[in-house]
Every structure is written in C-alpha cells, then in structure tokens.
C-alpha cells in the first residue's frame, strides 16, 4: 500500500514526508480493525512532528507514517471485535488505549499509561490503510462520510475537548474569546455557540478566518493586524475581560493576553502550540486567572462531537488533497494558506 511516511525530523515542510510502498497491516490482536482510509486531516501537529517538536515528549520510531485524524471503512477485524464489522464507516480516535490501567478505568482515553498514538507514536493514516483497535473506532450514524467529518478525529475533538470545559464556567452574560480560528478555532466557535449563552469575540489576522468565525456564530471580529485586541476586548466586554479565552494559536504574543484579556477567575486555554508563556506569578494571583492546557479529548467527547455533527450544529470547512501532495499542504499551512481544514484522500 501507499504511505507518506517520516524518515527524519526536518525544517524544510517541501521534502518532510516520502511517499512510499509498504506492506499493508496485519491483525494480530483480536480486538485490532483495519480502516481503508478515506479521509486524513492534515494538522499543524504534523508540521510540528516533522519539525521534531515531539521528539522529547513522545517515543517517535522513524519511519513512521503520520496522520491522526482518520476516518474511512473497516474492512477486516480481529475475532474479539463486536462494535463494527467489514463495510462500516468509522471515524478513528487517534488513541488505542489499553482499557484496563488506572486512568483508562478513570474514562480519561488521553492519560492511558499503555497507549499508542497513530501518526504520533505508531503509524497512522497518511496511508492507504490504518490499523487501530475497537476501543477507539466510532461508528458514523447514516449519512455522515468519512471523508467529511475525518478532521473531527483530532481538529474536532481537541476543539470540543476545550470548549466543553469552556462552557461548564460561561454563563448567559459571560464573554468568550476565541483566538485562531483554523482548522480547531472554526470548530471551537462552532461548538461554544451550540453549548453556551455566551457572546464570542473572534480573533485571527485572516480576514478569510474572520469571515468563517461569524458564519460559525461569533458574535465579534477582531484583526490584530488592524485592532488592539486587549482595547477590544476590554470595551465588548465593559472592562471585565472574558471568562474563557480558547488560544488555538500559543505564540508568546497570544499567551500574554491572558493577564490582560481574562476576567477575573477565568482561565485561559492553551490548545494550540509552539511559544512560550512567560508572566509573572503576580499577574495570575491578582487576576485569579489559570492557564489550563489540553490534549486531545475522551472517547465519550469525540461520539458527543458526532453527535453534534450528526444534528447540524457543527461544519468542518475543508479543502480536499491527493497523499501525494502531503509536503504541498505541510507548505501551504506553514504559510497560512489555508482556511479550515486540509484533508488528504489516499
Ligand atoms: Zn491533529
Ligand atoms: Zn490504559
């Protein structure tokens, strides 16, 4: 089969990942399922893998396939398998968790002390198939495709993970401000005006992005190419900042928002990655503010998600490739060319 697969960590997204024949995988787990991969979101992680950000965090065995936001059609299974059979569409959970250590009893998928991780710790879908396992397939109700809702994998879980702990502390009356709206940020505004009573302040330097935020039901737009967004802020929300900020970007210049940006009591969550956070300890005791971090989200999350797509309160904007252009979209989101999500069809 074909997979674009990473030979070594580079800075140069033009050559990041080889298109190669390997061998198809095998089961020889009875709880394992082959996908035939349909769809694969193409991620600013990936970009971040191939740049070797995840190298210390993570076992990373090289070559690897990436791409962790899978969705396609089972095509055989191990013998123990019950939830889906040959034919079925699913929509793949990044994570195959072993289901008995501590924190998969505690339901916490990302926690799983005997985890593995497609495209991340172990090969994934940039390929024409994708071994995983029961636990973490879902099936799709009638009429949603693979090929449509496969960034939700990850760009939709991790952008529900946090809105959903967002939403739990907005109350009617309560500001939001969402900051990056991408591939996670279009969806994150999208599920904060499904789930909450909350106004929502969008900012991004993309006009394009801007646009995609009110469609989603953002209720404020600010460029901070042409607005200072803590003045913005402090004047939609009559100086008393916004609860919940979602950071889908995590640059230094969008970290130091917080003390700035965020209401007293607030949080401030960091979703997206790459910078630093440097304030002093003084700003998060005055303000009573936290920086909560994020990783992905819970089995239970990503079938809420389907969920929420399933009844129309959620789209994915995407932009459709071929798996031998991987290295032309690793290029074009390091420009910033492109809206919503990429999705790779192998
Ligand atoms: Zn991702
Ligand atoms: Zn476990």
Not at 170 to 199: C, E, T
Not at 247 to 276: L, M, S
């Amino acid at each position: 089969m074909r997979a674009a697969r990473l030979h070594e960590y580079t800075d140069d997204m033009s050559e990041g990942l080889a298109i190669e024949e390997i061998d198809r995988p095998e089961i020889t787990r009875s709880d394992e399922v082959i996908v035939e991969v349909e769809g694969a979101g193409w991620c600013q992680t990936d970009n971040h893998i191939i740049e070797g950000m995840w190298e210390p965090y993570v076992p990373q065995p090289l070559p690897m396939t990436l791409g962790h936001e899978n969705a396609g059609t089972v095509i055989e299974t191990g013998e123990e398998v019950e939830i889906v059979e040959e034919g079925d569409p699913v929509i793949c959970h990044p994570v195959q968790t072993c289901g008995t250590c501590r924190a998969c009893r505690q339901g916490e998928t990302m926690y799983c002390e005997n985890d593995a991780f497609n495209g991340l710790t172990t090969d994934g879908g940039f390929a024409d198939y994708l071994l995983t396992n029961e636990r973490a397939v879902i099936p799709l109700p009638d009429g949603v495709e693979p090929i449509d809702i496969a960034p939700h994998a990850d760009a939709g879980i991790t952008a529900y993970h946090a809105a959903k702990k967002a939403v739990r502390k907005l109350n009617p009356g309560d500001h939001a401000v969402i900051v990056g709206i991408g591939g996670l940020g279009h969806i994150g505004v999208q599920v904060v005006d499904a789930m909450s009573a909350a106004q929502i302040t969008a900012v991004d330097l993309k006009d394009s992005a801007l646009e995609l935020a009110e469609e989603g039901g953002a209720d404020h737009l600010v460029n901070p190419e042409q607005e200072d967004v803590r003045e913005f802020v402090d004047s939609v929300t009559d100086g008393k900042g916004a609860a919940q900020v979602l950071d889908f970007v995590g640059a230094d210049v969008t970290t130091e928002y917080a003390p700035d940006i965020t209401a007293a009591g607030g949080d401030h969550h960091i979703i997206g990655y790459g910078g630093h956070i440097h304030e002093p300890a003084q700003a998060l005791v005055n303000g009573e503010f936290s920086y909560v971090g994020n990783i992905v989200g819970q089995y239970t999350e990503l079938q809420e998600l389907v969920a929420l797509v399933e009844q129309g309160d959620v789209d994915l904007h995407t932009s459709r490739y071929d798996l031998e252009e991987v290295n032309t979209v690793a290029e074009k989101l390091e420009h910033r060319e492109i809206d919503g999500r990429a999705v790779i069809t192998p």
